[in-house]
Every structure is written in C-alpha cells, then in structure tokens.
C-alpha cells in the first residue's frame, strides 16, 4: 500500500471556493497555503494536522522531549515552501513574518516564522523583514472569548521604521495559519501605508476550516 | 485598481492550483461521452504533472465551475471542497488504483481520509443474517479505532455506516452520484448527516452526469467501488450474489494489494463460485473477528 499523504510541498489558492471560510478576505486578496487544517477533537489524522501541532508548540514546552518535533516542523515547512516557490519569488518577495503576539522580552515569544523563512534557501539573499511588530504581549487569540478584528490588530503593531528601505517589488505577508484573515488583512492594511504601491500577497503555511478546534485545544 | 490586481505574477501563480479552476476544467473534460476514468487517468499519465486546467481554457473551466456551483447550490450545499492529484492533500493512496481518478469532490471531514479505514461492503438485498453478520463485524472495527468506509448503497452498505454511527465510530460514504443526488432516496437523511458529521466523497462528474441517459450513469456505482478499495487498507465483503457489483471491488482490492476480508458464510454457500476464487489469489476467509484484526494495522492514535 502507498505510504500515507505526506504535508503538501505546492501552493493552492484562496479561491470562491473557500474564500469565505476566510471572511475578513477581499476578492483582490491574492492568498496562498499549503495544506488545510481540518482537526476536531478526536479527529486528527492528517500529515498536516501533525505539522501544524508540531510547529505552534508554545515555549513553555522547551524543556520537553516533545520539543525536537518543533525543529523538526520547521525544516518540513521551509522544505515545502522551497518546492512550492522558485527563484524568482526568491529575488522579487519581501517576506514579511505576522508578528508573534508576545513582545521579544517576553519568555514565550516564539519567531518560528522567521525561523521557517531563514531554513528556505539557507545560504542564499532572502529579502526576511519583521517589519511589522508587536511590542506589547496580547493573550494568544484562543485564550480570548472573542477573536480580533483587524482594526484591534493594527492598532497593536507598529512598523520598524529602520526595514521600511528598500523598496520591495513584492510584499508576502507569511503567517502559519489564516482563519479568519484578520492578522493578514490588518498587516496588508499597514503595508499598504508603508508603500502603497508595491503588491502584497499572503502564504500560509495552512488555512483552517471554520469549524476546526484549535490547536491548543487537542494539547490540553 | 488595487495593487494586487496589477501584480503581474504569472510566473509564481502557475506555481499556484486554484481549486475551483481545477473543477471545472475536470467537469469541462468529462463532457463528451467518449471520456471515461480509462481514457482520462491515460491521458494524464502522458502528460505527467499536469493538471485538467493544462488542458482547458480558464474561460471554459470557468464557465463549468458556474455550473457545478449553481447546481450545488439548488441542492442546498453551501460547502464543499475538491482534492486534485498534483495539489495538497490529495489522498495518493487513489493511485494505487488501475485507472486513478484525478479529481474528487467532497463534503465534511477531510481529515477521516487519513485515518485507519476499512470497508464494509456487499449486496443491496442481504440476508437477516446478513445485516446481523454487518452489523457485529463494523462494532468490532470500531472497538478497534477504524473508520468503516462504504457505499451508501440500500443493503449492507447501509447497515455499515448505521451501525458505526450509532457506536460512536467514524464512517465515510464513497458514493456513485454527484453530491448533488442522492441514490436511494431513503438514504437522503443518511447522506446529509454523513456529510455535515463524517465524510462524504463523490467522483462523479456534475455535468456529464446530468446529461447522460440513467443507464450510463449506472457505470458509475461500480467505478466507485475501487476507489473505495484504494482509500482503505481492507475490504470486508459480508454477504454478494455471483453478479454482485461488490465484487468489483474484491477485484479492485486484490489488484491494489489491499487485504480483502471474505465472511466465512460466502464460502459456505454452495451456490457461490465467487469466495473461492477470491481466496485462490489471497484472499482471507473469515471465521471470527481474529482473523481481521491480526491482518490489520495496529492503533497509533
């Protein structure tokens, strides 16, 4: 038998297909992912859904076994976007990581993004500019009753003045998952303002079906 | 315009699939009655790598992804999603099978896919003994953490996929219509609680479905049975007459190099040719339980 699927190494797009899962998304949103998040409780099968548990482990974790599965998640990720993208994307994109939302200080901040984006083409220029930041420590959005909406997002970051230089053909905002959209269409809005016409496209290392549990939710 | 719309990023788009392209380019080849899964699963095996929309114009393709969408839409399904060999997810168990299908549709849990899945499945008119040999064996398989995979159809199909919702197990519904119709009709209020709670998986194409005479549209009950067998480990055949469309799929099974579980009963019934000659090319004849479970993959959830 043929061994099982393994974490998709080519990017889909965010179509009318399932644009909608996505409801903070505009049709002009240009948005990419890799493989779709579709755990439940008791549900979680798929080479993805593993990825995605692997690669969000909190840092309060570090001193578990289980933490080698967290390097290990991000080489599998930075493989996968390799495959997924060319040399082209390479020279034109400025990879923009979404901030983590605990501040550098803070013990649990956690830059897996910039982690993901260094392990691509290692050795080789990469345009990787944490651009956008979040100075203060927000609650991670499972841990809150009520999601964020953009507006509360952007008001929480702040653009590092000193990567505004240079000007990038390309803006791909880079997050691990999009649910609702609402980290991705609040950092396109500051981008926007940052450069307005440069383009800007969003990658996700998955999307999560709406009615999908969180991950944190299968580790407690 | 927006700044995106201006992005002229052809070279990194081709590098992207879009599914609802995909779609209706794979409806867009179906329609012409000369195509089968034979000739298409061919066609993309000359062309390695390619996908339907490689072959169909984005005008085209579009134009049948309306069609599907609008015909989905008349049947009250508001979500669905498709698996496309060449992009993520896409089970690469189905090609295993002799003439791998290139797109499929689908409602509910896509994760159910990945999970241990055996087969239960046999004739449309079973026996009492029958529905009662189903009904222990899928309790059995789901004591054991499997998914019972089948077809939807009236029969055992049926009490399979009954019996591992009511035990609290996991079922998917490999059916030979578009999600769209459902055959037979008594299994409407089945289908949809497969759909919303489990997995529901359809090969068959919208149009070419809808244009076609009902008897052509019958080739598509047996075509789904291999795909059934590609996406599970086993297949566990209950009760079949000798012209059986299940056997389709006990043939499908042995060629994929899937286990093929035969009841015991099967083999005791003079009047049946069929178990005998399964076993000749390893098949295995089932007296209890046992004699799945030491044939299958062990628990690793």
């Known amino acids: 038998m043929t061994s099982a699927s393994i974490f998709p190494r080519r990017l889909t797009k965010i179509d009318d297909l399932t644009r909608s899962d996505h409801s903070y998304l505009a049709t002009a949103d240009a948005c990419y992912f890799l493989g779709e998040y579709t755990a439940r409780k008791g549900y979680a099968f798929s080479p993805t859904n593993h990825l995605i548990f692997n690669l969000k482990k909190g840092m309060e974790r570090r001193d578990r076994p289980e933490w080698r599965y967290k390097g290990v998640a991000i080489q599998t990720v930075a493989d996968a976007l390799r495959s997924a993208l060319n040399d082209k994307a390479r020279q034109n994109f400025a990879f923009v990581p979404v901030p983590p939302s605990k501040a550098k200080a803070d013990p649990l901040y956690d830059d897996r993004l910039a982690q993901v984006l260094r392990a691509i083409w290692p050795g080789q220029e990469t345009d990787i500019r944490e651009l956008v930041v979040q100075p203060t420590s927000t609650p991670a959005v499972h841990d809150r009753d009520d999601r964020p909406t953009p507006g509360e997002l952007e008001a929480l970051y702040v653009v590092d003045q000193s990567l505004v230089q240079p000007k990038p053909k390309v803006f791909a905002v880079v997050d691990d998952m999009i649910t609702t959209g609402a980290h991705y269409v609040a950092i396109r809005n500051i981008l926007r303002r940052v450069h307005p016409d440069i383009p800007i496209m969003g990658i996700f290392i998955a999307r999560r079906v709406p009615e999908a549990v969180d991950v944190e939710d299968f580790e407690t | ?301």
């Open chain 2, 1 to 301: 315009m927006a700044p995106e719309l201006a992005l002229d990023n052809r070279d990194f788009e081709s590098l992207a699939v879009s599914p609802l392209r995909e779609l209706g380019a794979y409806e867009a080849m179906w329609d012409n009655p000369g195509v089968t899964f034979k000739t298409l699963s061919e066609k993309f095996a000359a062309h390695r790598g390619a996908l339907p929309s490689d072959f169909v114009t984005t005008a085209k393709a579009e134009e049948y992804a309306d069609f599907v969408r609008e015909r989905f839409r008349a049947a009250h399904i508001d979500r669905f999603g498709v698996r496309v060999n060449g992009a993520g997810e896409y089970p690469e168990k189905l090609r295993d099978a002799a003439h791998p299908v290139e797109l499929i549709y689908y409602q509910g849990w896509w994760d159910l896919v990945e999970s241990r899945c055996v087969a239960v499945v046999g004739s449309r008119k079973p026996s009492d003994e029958g529905i009662g040999r189903t009904r222990r064996v899928v309790r059995e398989l789901v004591k054991d953490g499997f998914t019972i995979v089948s077809g939807l159809a009236a029969g055992v199909d049926t009490a399979a996929h009954e019996t591992a919702i009511e035990t609290g197990g996991r079922t998917v519904a490999v059916i030979g219509t578009p999600l769209s119709h459902v055959y037979p009709r008594t299994n409407t209020d089945l289908q949809r609680k497969i759909a919303r709670d489990f997995l529901l998986i359809s090969q068959v194409p919208v149009k070419r479905y809808e244009n076609q005479d009902y008897r052509m549209n019958r080739l598509f009950f047996p075509e789904r049975n291999v795909t059934m067998s590609a996406l599970t480990e086993a297949t566990v055949i209950v009760e079949a007459s000798e012209t059986s469309g299940t056997l389709i799929q006990a043939r499908a099974a042995l060629q994929q190099g899937r286990k093929l579980f035969i009841l015991d009963s099967c083999f005791r019934d003079a009047r049946l040719t069929w178990p005998h000659r399964c076993a000749e090319k390893g098949a295995i004849r089932v007296v209890d339980y046992d004699d799945i479970r030491q044939h299958l993959s062990q628990t690793t959830h």
